[in-house]
């Protein structure tokens, strides 16, 4: 295996743009990523599906074969990149003092490109294959994480996963999760200069903020703190009509992390005990919690389960730290995990550079990571 490859594939997909149109409207989102991956595979020989997740916007499933009968490793990674304001010459691929710079290079193209060039030298080795490679390139994992839940719930199966995302080549078994949504408060409307026949909503959304901080708060002082517990942040706010009129209606959106363990479920109750009590408190306001806009739940893989302990051995037979970790942020293994998928996740990078101006990724970690992933190929089901 060339380590150039990881590079130059690298390279093309960076210079594809494929912003999610939540951060630019005006994107295609993943269009061209996808007929790039297709053509890829393609050339390879290699099986592709289309899977529609929106309209334009369509997950690619490549499938490398392997024995009748063998079980199946799932690798994905997504397409959609965030937003690049302020980021001057974010399609165009820079390698400089031993890093590739680009948006998406870290976030989490990297990661696709490992495991493509992983797939290529796999596929020039098939007589040695215990196991049937399944490659995912996902759509929207930045907003909403749909391509990876289309997947499953369109019947996608397999024996484990390993989700690319920037974990500096560290096998993470365990991640955060996150519930998104938002709250409104609803009043009555009247000029101020008769203020008080108006009822303010931003007065009592007030209200719902500080109850919603104590909430923080609370998670914060239990022993381990957000680390153990979580937190709750609100993080968006709009209300207000004009600035002679009393506000009918105020909008929060609140941030929910979640740690394993701990499910959506759980946390949604706890707002929802929160907003009963400012509720009784307040009867003259009408405060509505709608449904979650994003659910994520975390991911916690077993130490013990296969992927872990070929991913661990994979990790030592490369030098690499091959003790689990387990990292706050999220990723789209959650999904998979709630299919049935045991999934762990790995990639190059650092989670520091996603969504930076000066988003980049080192080439070591490109080529350690391709080695990774075709390593852990290798070994998956020859002990079956």
């Known amino acids: 295996m060339k380590n150039e490859r990881v590079v130059d594939l690298l390279r093309d997909l960076v210079a594809i743009p494929s912003v999610n149109p939540i951060y630019d409207p ?12 297709e053509a890829w595979a393609s050339e390879l020989g290699l099986e592709t599906i289309r899977q529609a997740v929106f309209p334009g916007r369509d997950n690619v499933l490549v499938r490398l074969e392997g024995p009748a009968g063998a079980p199946v490793l799932l690798m994905e990674a997504h397409m959609d990149t965030v937003g690049v304001e302020a980021m001057p010459g974010a399609f165009t691929p820079e390698l400089r003092e031993g ?11 990297g990661s696709l490109a ?8 796999l596929a020039g080795m098939r007589e040695t294959l215990t196991c049937t490679v399944v490659l995912l390139a996902a759509v929207d994992e930045e907003t909403s994480g749909m391509g990876a839940r289309a997947h499953v719930e369109g019947g996608g199966t397999a024996d484990a996963g390993i989700v690319g995302e920037p974990t500096g080549v560290r096998i993470v078994h365990q991640h955060n999760g996150c519930v998104r949504g938002k709250i409104e ?3 009555k409307a009247a000029h101020t200069s008769v203020a008080a026949e108006g009822i303010n909503a931003i007065d009592g959304m007030a209200e719902v903020i500080l109850a919603l901080r104590e909430v923080n708060h609370d998670l914060a002082m239990k022993p381990g703190g957000p680390a153990e517990h979580g937190s709750l942040t609100v993080s968006l706010i709009g209300g207000g009509a004009g600035i002679n009129i009393v506000p009918e209606r105020c909008v929060i959106e609140y941030d929910r992390r979640t740690v394993p363990g701990g499910t959506s479920a759980e946390a949604l109750v706890e707002i929802d005990v929160v907003l009963e009590g400012v509720r009784a ?8 919690r709608r449904d979650p806009w ?3 739940d975390s991911l916690d ?16 037979s490369l030098e690499l730290d091959a003790t689990p970790i387990r990292v706050p942020y999220g990723s789209d293994a959650s999904k998979f995990q709630e299919g049935g998928i045991p999934t762990i996740v790995f990639g190059p990078g650092s989670i520091a ?7 980049s990724v080192p080439v070591e970690e490109l080529v350690t990571a391709t080695a990774f992933y075709w390593e852990v190929a290798l070994r998956f089901g020859s002990n079956r």
């Open 294 to 296: 994003f659910i994520g």
């Open 185 to 187: 408060v609803i009043g």
């Open 99 to 109: 890093r590739l710079y680009g948006r998406g290079a870290c976030d989490t193209k």
């Open 353 to 359: 550079k996603a969504h930076a101006v000066d988003e």
């Open 301 to 316: 893989t077993a130490t013990e389960s296969e992927i872990v302990g070929i991913a661990s051995a994979a990790s030592a």
């Open 281 to 288: 408190a307040r009867p003259d306001l009408r405060i509505e």
């Open 114 to 121: 490992a495991m493509m060039a992983a797939v290529e030298h």
């Open 26 to 37: 005006a994107s295609t989102g993943e269009i061209d990523m996808a007929a790039y991956v």
